[in-house]
């Protein structure tokens, strides 16, 4: 428990002022979940004390403006207690208690769970256990590449400290000494539908935290007096991140609800008839306090387009790998802008982002083999447009961060994340390091733009486009190398195609990408040896696809239509190409060649005619069609 000495209690007016505010937290937190008719009331009541001292006593920020460069970071990874934090805000003033009251309306951005559809939420939250990789991204960002006072905090749950991405967190944090770091756990001791699994245990919640190199106390959650001496301690550790593992009650602050299973989830209704009174009984009425000043150190920011400062410099013919590409045009970016950073998890020799750490190791971060965590730290990197993150691995090793990457998106994130190693092209590794199932996943992603480079030349650009995008964007590269067929002042958009090969005749459109794009276009020197004329499709973006160039070509093709690639057939390219088609009403025949079971090891190319997607199922997709 964290000693409290004479010399370290705040005096009696600030103590009355805070179990003030911890109580008008949960007085709004009660009302507007009573508005809204459902929420976790009692989940905020239990943290009131927390969200108390920490808007009101520790941080810095500029209430008119919180993303302000300079204003200390607040991450609720228990989002659903996100009543509680719209009370805090609520009560500092940033708005009135009649918009509070709009809780989880259709029309309303107090929503139920937290989004950056509001000015003071950096990260979306509720899908639980994600919050602190957040807060360590934003904590990396603010120590060592802004190297500016502002302090991060993150508020997690005791029932999300099951999840294994809390602990990546907490090692990634450690490691790197991320000391302007405060991780709080709220111990109240209930789940949504049993107790959590150490319920009360501070002691082992102390050691574990302890063990993963965090400064850690354990503190009485309602306490407003602890808790400012704990917050307070923190301020003075150096070298490590500090934790405060606080013990709380769920529905503290009255007797009806306090330390109760199956209030999770509920509003407190005509509870509150009783509840309402007895948490107003207990104010001080004490005047106002003043909050610490900011220090506004944080470095401008200067939004304006990323560009290549040189001209690429390939060779047409060349075989180059795109994942080899990658790592090269990271170095551009990072050449030409200090708001990129990398990212990588233990694969960066394979990815190439090995390259950037060569050319700017002080923007490079390691987060080793912790998928989730990386992309979490990736999205608070980026967080408040502060730098222009790229995260890599193999492309199979981000579908487990798959929720990550879709909170992301809710996030309105500007992450980019480009994964190589895809498609049974990979060879002798066997079908564990594959990846046949990210297509399909991630155009699922909205505002996701997915990139499939197939030539280092369209791969740089792919680059170039991803780092000025708004939003997410995927990038796909291949192991094996491919020929450069494009010009190196090629000009590339997004969801705009490009024609690989045509001519006035062609009687099939093939349609491939990456690896599958070589093989296309060797398919089609074979065919014109026999008389048959093929046009050749580069999608270059999957989602979006280029709808028009695809209904236009097809068409000139007299509807026939081949697509080839290093993937499942589910979710892949083939049926993204066979929805446009079908929705523009454009009469076709397509034959869509791809991966159509688990794979195994095998040299590349025996693999791609074993499972059918080499230049000869092209080459035999074709003459089929052109036979029926």
Known sequence: ???????????????????????????????????????????????????????????????????HASSDRFILSKGHAAPGLYSAWCSAGLFDK?????????????????????????AATGSLGQGLSVAAGMAYIGKYIEKASYRTYCLIGDGESAE???????????????????AIFDINRLGQSDPAPLQHDMETYRKRVEAFGFHTMVVDGHSVEELVKAFEEAKNVKGKPSALVCKTFKGYGSAEVSDKLNFHGKALNSLSDKILPEIKAKMHNAPAQDRPALVDDAPALVLKPISFKSPLSYNKGDKIATRLAYGEALVRLGEASDRVVALDADTKNSTFSLKFKDAFPERFIECFIAEQNMVGV??????????????????????????????????????NMAGSHCGVSIGEDGPSQMALEDIAAFRAIPNLVYFYPSDAVSACRAVELAANYRHMTF????????????????????????????????????????ITLEAAMTASNTLAEQGINIRVLDPFTIKPLD?????????????????????????????????????????????????????????????????????????NAVRGLLES
């Open 1 to 67: 428990r964290v000693a409290i000495t004479a010399g370290d209690k705040p005096d009696q007016k600030t103590l009355e002022y805070l179990e003030d505010k911890a109580n008008e937290i949960r007085i709004l937190s009660i009302e507007c979940t009573n508005a809204s008719k459902s929420v976790h009331p009692t989940s905020c009541m239990s943290a009131a004390e927390i969200f108390s001292v920490l808007f009101f006593n520790q941080m810095r920020y500029v209430l008119d403006d919180p993303r």
């Open 98 to 122: 009649e918009r509070l009251l709009t809780l989880r309306k259709v029309d309303s951005d107090i929503e139920g769970h937290p989004t950056p559809r509001l000015n003071f939420i950096d």
């Open 164 to 182: 294994g991405s809390i602990w990546e967190a907490l090692s990634f944090a450690s490691f790197y000494k991320l000391d302007n770091l405060v």
């Open 378 to 415: 990736a999205l608070g990197c980026g967080a408040r447009q502060r730098t222009v993150p790229f995260c890599s691995t193999f492309a199979t090793f981000f579908t487990r961060a798959m929720d990550q990457i879709r909170m992301a998106a809710v996030s309105q994130s500007n992450l």
């Open 475 to 514: 990038i796909r590269t291949s192991r094996p190398t491919t020929t450069v067929i494009y010009d190196n002042d090629e000009t590339f958009e997004i969801g705009k195609a490009k024609v690989a090969k045509k001519s006035d005749n062609d009687k099939v459109l093939v349609i491939g990408a990456g």
């Open 547 to 619: 709808k028009d160039a695809i209904i236009e070509h097809s068409k000139a093709c007299g509807g026939l239509v081949v697509t080839v690639e290093d993937h499942y057939a589910e979710g892949g390219l083939g049926e993204a190409v066979a929805g446009v088609l079908s929705q523009a009403g454009v009469t076709h025949t397509h034959k869509l060649l791809a991966v159509r079971e688990i794979p195994r090891s095998g040299p590349p190319n025996v693999l791609l005619k074993m499972f059918g997607v080499d230049d000869t199922a092209v080459v």
